[in-house]
């Protein structure tokens, strides 16, 4: 039976960024879903005060629809999906970024609606809260000045994270572009960032949410490394593959290798696409 690729996106992101790589994996014949979690895609807040001319100081506190959204809610909401995808067959879940948060709880939960989970450069935790890996050493060489001064307004007040992506600072532009596309062209790097929503929640999870050995730890998983990701370092995303192995030993990672940024290989997804097809075969026979 034919699986279905169910896309899960990271922070400040949504569903639009997937259509080149669903586009590809179309044409290898496989179909895919991706997602928009909640109080994202068209469900997303876009105040006018984000619009040119911008008015920073009521973007500030211009309320957004995210507010109060929890991991627990990004979970619940994604198993309804795998339950509708599982219908149709075999389900792998794709995740990229902070995506892999939201993949751990639902595999955590509902192990049996996946029949393969796949990480792109995203966070899967077991030894730590992901807010705690940010202080380890393989984050050390992460650069968030520059992606931090373009945040607006207090979280704690917002009840949100909110970022002006739409600034035209070159120095903030420049550190956006270091740390997602540095291997992309500056309009390649511009779509993107206009793909991006303003808002993102606060709920980064609890010990509760790290990979659970007796759910999580049964499904069949595959790592795909992006080797010039700045944002997850290469050093990191090869510290959650060994946890994890370490976690089910047996049951370790089928690693992947792409040359990639955090987002290239979205912008260019046609190796991306051949690498989870790959996984597709991986699936047993009768699945």
């Given at each position: 039976m034919q699986p279905t690729f169910v896309?899960?996106?990271g922070a400040f992101a949504n569903s639009f960024s997937f259509a080149p790589l669903q586009a590809e994996l179309g044409?290898?014949?496989h179909r895919s879903v991706a997602v928009d979690l909640p109080g994202h895609g068209f469900a997303a807040t876009y105040p006018r005060s984000y619009q040119a001319p911008q008015d920073l100081e009521?973007?500030?506190?211009?309320?957004?629809?995210?507010k109060g959204v929890t991991l627990a809610d990004n979970a619940t909401h994604l198993i309804g999906i795998l339950e509708r995808a599982k219908r149709n067959g075999p389900v792998i879940l794709v995740s990229h970024s902070r995506g892999g948060m939201t993949a751990t709880v639902a595999a955590n939960?509902?192990?049996?609606?996946?029949d393969r989970i796949v990480y792109v450069s995203a966070w899967c935790p077991v030894d730590l809260d992901v807010s705690a890996y940010y202080a380890e050493p393989e984050m050390a060489a992460v650069?968030?000045?520059?992606?931090?001064?373009a945040m607006v307004g207090n979280p704690?007040?917002?009840g949100l994270l909110r970022s002006n992506f739409r600034t035209a600072d070159p120095g903030v532009l420049a550190a956006f572009k270091a740390a997602f596309l540095a291997d992309g062209t500056d309009?390649?790097?511009?779509?993107?960032?206009n793909t991006f929503q303003p808002d993102e929640n606060l709920d980064a999870g609890t010990p509760d949410d790290r990979a659970q050995a007796d759910t999580w730890g049964r499904i069949p998983r595959t790592y795909v490394r992006l080797t010039d990701d700045t944002s997850v370092p290469l050093a990191m995303q090869d510290r959650m593959i060994r946890e994890g192995d370490a976690l089910t030993p047996e049951n370790p990672y089928d690693v992947r290798t792409l040359t990639s940024s955090h987002l290239k290989w979205l912008v260019d997804p046609a190796p991306a696409a051949r690498v989870l097809a790959d996984t597709a075969a991986l699936l047993p026979s009768g699945s």
């Open positions: 896309l899960v996106h044409l290898l014949g009521a973007l500030a506190t211009a309320p957004g629809a995210i939960r509902r192990p049996d609606l996946i650069d968030a000045t520059g992606p931090a001064s704690a007040e917002l309009d390649e790097f511009m779509v993107f960032l």
